[in-house]
């Protein structure tokens, strides 16, 4: 079993009891170690008050029980939080959308899509880093990135409950003049229709009822049903998805970081919209000496939350005048804010998404702007050519029609220490209702043979329709 | 199999650094240039490790044989307008480099958030008065990305030169600039922008000031799975103000990975 799991039985298996810890009369306040355990590795974060009149080594995950030198204590709920115990402002580990990088042992938080956060090589985003996505062309992929990444926080914020809600765990600064974001914001996915539906009867059926119980005797062939079911599953490998797809270790990390990530569902609303104590927004086209110092005033009023930083659509022609596309316009902007991300690295992230088409005969202007990122990727997706080509390979599977390809520029940490990461054409993207993917890319195989044979015997298949009917159908059967 | 690896040698007298650079009161400038996909912090760490521990023990799995401790202290100040103190402090603990053995100074913290709006010439005279007092006589400074303050401040090349790299150039034994050449090999259009210029021809004058430039680059060829990129050691503009030793020009290949990085000779 592990401490999380132990912290919420102590704890009544309320997740929302996990920070409370009641100031010990004893002054002297020790806590379980947590699931966050690589804490020698961060010399800066949250190990109590030296010297202080509470000497004590806050450590995460073990809000609702904490040790002093008279015994044990379990449960009890207290207004203060881990760090707000020794009044310091770092973030409290026990945060639910952190976890250490299994790389680097630094502290991450998801950027709101899985297949993202695997890429960055952490599992996550490491605090205290920033990420540059560049579109290329004039899609919009990277206003999908940037919405996850906001409601992520969003979630995040929201986890553990009312007393989550209440006091809060993160806020989201948006460096934007569209205040309509937040209605924009995806919600959390909740599975298909067919889904929704299924858990609905299961959940109706599962009551204690009359008619249930009727139902329940004049169906004696039901177990004979799920066999055959079970059966047809196994042939098409409908199950063998839902076990081969995620190995084990990744099953343990969902059960060790519960609400670590969330899948989000681009067709739907975050409800409710988040609120002013959830995200603030700050004018980019203020002047930079008051655009930084909103940002620090906001960070510092928000003392010891995870702060996300978002700044969409840098440079857009509609929300930026001309004059911000000069270099000594925008560097003092992104420097600052990356002075203050330092700054504040044990508990902010930053990300910004640009479209690089327009800066395309500018490699300097780009490249100076990516010097002061952490990690840069860039969306290159499809032209009409290749995603013709792509729904021809995949004519009987449309959901596998990726849209375009995902380069990798710079990796945070990695690229900081002189690893070279740059992948080129190496990863491909689709973005879906219900996901936003991130997986290899390969070049699909069309299957030029049989539309050439198809164009060499059109003469004679007019001759001979019958026959070439039954070969259409054995082609079709091939291709299921 | 095990692979040969060959060690870092800059100067004639097989060292990285040569402890003639420190003597007397000649002042040389080096040059690093980087770009984005191939970071020169171990390029920066290797300098570093061999004046304060003598050797890049770092380099090559702490196998580097050439471990010479100066005889005369040198003083090591590093100063980077990108990044932040703790950046460094954290990479040299990592490395076992005592804090004692170096100062690095907080520039970029608060560069933007303390200067804006200020005149350029008294941000500059600020920033350089950061460095005078912490550069002695026998000093090796580490400038890291000063072509920001370019873009910072809007600065022309020619006054960061003269404002800023001559004068600090006076008062260190040995300038190492470590800059960007990030997207310098793309074909520029016609249109070629003010910005470009300047920040091409920052690059350029620092060519013909340093006597060595150390180029690191990934491969032309492109990612390898042993080999990182590659290092190549040139001559500079300027003549080294040493008479004993001289530059050696060579070129390596090197292979970068968690935090351990190997040399080749190509």
Request: charged share 20%; glycine share 6%.
């Amino acid at each position: 079993m592990s401490f999380r799991k132990r912290c919420e039985v102590l704890s009544d298996g309320s997740g929302s009891k996990r920070n409370a810890a009641p100031p010990s009369p004893g002054g002297l306040q020790r806590e379980l170690p947590s699931r966050n355990a690589p804490q020698r590795r961060l010399p800066a974060m949250n190990r109590g008050q030296i010297g202080g009149a509470v000497v004590g080594r806050v450590v995460s995950n073990a809000g609702s029980i904490h040790r002093d030198m008279n015994g044990l204590h379990i449960g009890g709920i207290s207004s203060h939080t881990g760090q707000q115990i020794d009044g310091s402002t770092s973030l409290n580990l026990s945060h639910p959308g952190i976890r250490p990088s299994p790389a680097t042992s630094q502290q991450t938080t998801s950027i709101g899509c899985a297949d993202l956060d695997k890429l960055m090589g952490h599992m996550g985003f490491p605090l205290g880093c920033s990420l540059l996505i560049e579109e290329e062309s004039t899609t919009d992929f990277n206003s999908v990135l940037s919405k996850v990444y906001a409601s992520q926080g969003i979630v995040h914020n929201r986890v553990e409950g009312s007393r989550g809600f209440k006091d809060g765990n993160t806020h989201l600064i948006v460096l934007s003049l569209n205040h309509h974001l937040t209605k924009e914001l995806p919600g959390v996915y909740k599975g298909s229709r067919k889904d929704i539906k299924k858990s609905k009867i299961a959940k109706e059926q599962s009551k204690v009822t009359v008619s249930n119980l009727l139902e329940s005797q004049s169906t004696p062939t039901s177990s004979g049903q799920r066999s055959k079911d079970l059966k047809i599953a196994w042939r098409y490998g409908i199950n063998d998805d839902a076990t081969t797809s995620k190995s084990s270790r990744e099953y343990d990390q969902s059960e060790t970081y519960p609400d670590y990530n969330h899948q989000f569902d681009i067709t739907s609303n975050l409800i409710p919209a988040p609120t002013s104590n959830e995200i603030s927004f700050i004018s980019p086209l203020l002047s930079v000496s008051s655009v930084l110092s909103q940002v620090v005033s906001t960070i510092k009023r928000h003392d010891s939350k995870l702060i996300r930083i978002l700044l969409p659509n840098l440079l857009h022609p509609a929300l930026y005048p001309p004059k911000m596309t000069q270099l000594h316009e925008i560097i003092p902007l992104l420097h600052g804010l990356r002075s203050i991300l330092k700054n504040y690295k044990e508990r902010c992230v930053l990300l910004s998404t640009i479209s690089t088409s327009l800066f395309n005969n500018q490699p300097l202007f780009m490249a100076q702007i990516e010097q002061l990122f952490d990690g840069v990727i860039n969306l290159e997706p499809f032209g009409q050519e290749m995603l013709q080509l792509l729904e021809k390979a995949y004519k009987s599977q449309p959901n596998k029609i990726q849209h375009g390809l995902v380069h990798i520029k710079k990796l945070p940490v990695f690229s900081e220490r002189g690893e070279m990461h740059v992948a080129k054409s190496e990863w491909a993207f689709k973005n879906g209702r219900k996901k936003f993917e991130i997986e290899e890319w390969g070049i699909p195989v069309e299957d030029d043979e049989d539309t050439s044979k198809k164009d060499k015997e059109s003469p004679a298949r007019k001759a001979q329709p019958f026959q070439d009917e039954h070969q259409h159908s054995h082609t079709k059967n091939l291709d299921f | 199999m095990s692979v040969q690896k060959q060690e870092l040698q800059i100067f004639s007298d097989h060292t990285v650094l040569s402890k003639h650079l420190f003597e007397g009161a000649s002042s040389n400038l080096m040059m690093v240039t980087d770009t984005a996909a191939t970071n020169a912090s171990w390029l920066v760490n290797a300098l570093v490790e061999t004046v304060t521990l003598g050797g890049p023990v770092s380099l090559n799995g702490n196998n580097s044989s050439s471990a010479e401790v100066f005889s005369v202290p040198v003083k090591v100040v590093v100063g980077s307008f990108l990044n932040s103190k703790s950046h460094f402090t954290s990479s040299f603990d990592r490395l076992k480099i005592p804090r004692n053995e170096y100062s690095v100074l907080e520039i970029a913290e608060d560069l933007v958030l303390k200067n804006v709006g200020k005149p350029v010439d008294v941000v500059i005279a600020t920033i350089l008065k950061q460095f005078q007092t912490a550069l002695g006589e026998r000093s090796l400074l580490v400038l890291e990305k000063p072509e920001l303050l370019m873009a910072l401040f809007k600065l022309s090349s020619d006054d960061l030169h003269l404002k800023l790299i001559n004068p600090l150039l006076k008062l260190c034994s040995l300038l190492i600039v470590v800059t960007s050449v990030e997207s310098f090999d793309n074909d520029f259009p016609e249109n070629l922008g003010k910005n470009t210029v300047e920040f091409v021809r920052f690059t350029t004058s620092c060519f013909h000031k340093s006597f060595l430039v150390l180029s690191v680059r990934p491969l032309d060829t492109g990612k390898a799975k042993d080999v990182t990129g590659t290092l190549a050691l040139t001559r500079g503009g300027a003549l080294l103000d040493v008479s004993a030793v001289q530059p050696v020009e060579n070129h390596y290949l090197f292979h970068n990975f968690k935090e351990n990085t190997s040399l080749f000779y190509r």
